[in-house]
């Protein structure tokens, strides 16, 4: 046999050999790797008919962020030994979801995600209070929240009320645009909004020229031509800052003011966690990965529930652990932050639980600025320049 015939056939049996080596030790190395479990619970809300087809929420809205984050995990996480499970439970609108909740920690989880009402996850939290378990508020945007109805136990990733309306009142400051004619819906949701809007006015400078009740009605499709001329005539004002959560008939004022004037608040632009049209601080990156893995856009539902996840994962790889313990005390430590495609650090605000977080202004199709606005300062964080600062909190976050 040639040499050249001999070091080749050598070669082949130490591939072989390293292959079955790497099937043999496959099930010991899997058995040392240390589970991590993360439950994500939602509660469906029931919401009235749309009356656009054109943006219907994804069915796994919010879910589709938590598994490309225990993707991203478990990137890191094989290296460390630690392998990062997702439980995904959906309780409909009748259904028990306390009752769920409550399976879910006797099954072991110790690391819950929520997208449930503010209500719902007081339940929750006060049923766990003084046990190992950890609380992650992805769906509630309630002030109360972070102020008179804390809890030690809950971390906020998405941002409050107060924080998205303190963002679009920095920008409209900025632009000079001080006067400002509020409409206001008629449900629960819009008037919080309205209540946080009317706080931004007195802390940074802007002016409530008008204030009015939208009352034409929930369908404005066919008759906001002729009624938001009317509605808006008679104000001098600088900006329409609309409160229409679930959009019933914010869309429609665009356009057919009485005034040539920018709509802003949950309609026009619009403060929000995250956007399609971010793609700056590497978003971009993020953006591609999700669209690929499940053929759409990434919301900010589902940038809620990945953020948290991967606080989780960051946890467990600073702290060189899968304890409970260890993985809460770093995320609730000073040492704690997380990489948000967002220009910078995020981290929690101590007196709260709130996750510091730059807050993004867009249109529909198009990033236009991403609030703290230049010029507006603070001693610590200039993020802590939105939302309830420690000065203000109602907070007081007993264990």
């Given at each position: ?14 591939a072989?050999g ?33 009356l ?11 879910a589709?962020?938590?598994?490309l984050?225990?993707?991203d ?67 509630a ?46 449900r629960?949701?819009d ?26 009605g ?53 403060p ?6 971010h ?55 000073r ?34 600025s ?5 010029g507006?300062l ?20 007993a264990?």
């Amino acid at each position: 046999m040639r040499r050249r015939d001999r070091i080749a056939g050598a070669w082949r049996l130490l591939a072989a050999g390293a292959v079955l080596a790497l099937f043999a030790t496959g099930p010991a190395a899997a058995a040392e790797m240390a589970r991590i479990p993360i439950a994500l619970l939602s509660q469906v809300v029931e919401r009235p008919p749309k009356l656009s087809n054109l943006d219907l929420p994804p069915e796994d809205e919010g879910a589709a962020g938590g598994r490309l984050s225990i993707k991203d995990n478990n990137t890191t996480g094989r290296f460390m030994k630690q392998r990062f499970e997702l439980k995904e439970v959906s309780v409909p609108p009748d259904g028990d979801a306390l009752a769920a909740f409550t399976n879910l920690v006797e099954a072991g989880y110790r690391l819950i995600v929520l997208n449930v009402p503010a209500d719902r996850l007081l339940q929750m939290s006060d049923a766990v209070r003084g046990k190992d378990v950890l609380l992650f508020n992805a769906g509630a945007p309630d002030d109360r929240l972070r102020g008179q109805d804390c809890r030690a136990n809950v971390m906020h990733i998405l941002p409050s009320r107060a924080m998205r309306a303190d963002a679009l009142a920095q920008y409209l400051i900025w632009k000079r645009w001080r006067k400002w004619f509020l409409v206001t819906g008629r449900r629960d949701g819009d008037k919080r909004f309205a209540a946080a809007i009317k706080r931004a006015a007195r802390k940074f400078g802007g002016e409530i020229v008008a204030e009015k009740a939208w009352d034409y009605g929930a369908d404005a499709r066919r008759t906001a031509q002729a009624e938001v001329p009317t509605f808006t005539q008679g104000v001098e004002y600088d900006v329409l800052v609309v409160a229409d959560e679930i959009g019933e008939f914010g869309e429609y004022l665009a356009y057919r003011t009485w005034s040539p004037r920018p709509v802003a608040g949950t309609q026009g632009l619009v403060p929000t966690s995250w956007h399609r049209t971010h793609e700056q601080w590497g978003a971009a990156q993020l953006q591609s990965r999700f669209l690929k893995a499940f053929k759409r856009r990434m919301t900010a539902l589902d940038y809620h529930v990945w953020a948290p996840i991967r606080a989780i994962g960051e946890g467990a790889t600073r702290a060189r652990s899968a304890e409970f313990a260890a993985i809460r005390d770093y995320v609730q430590g000073r040492d704690f932050e997380l990489a948000g495609f967002k220009g910078q650090k995020l981290t929690f605000r101590p007196w709260n639980w709130q996750l510091r977080q730059p807050i993004l202004l867009a249109a529909a199709r198009a990033l236009v600025s991403v609030s703290p606005q230049q010029g507006f300062l603070h001693q610590r964080s200039l993020l802590d320049t939105m939302g309830w600062d420690e000065p203000e909190t109602k907070c007081r976050l007993a264990q």
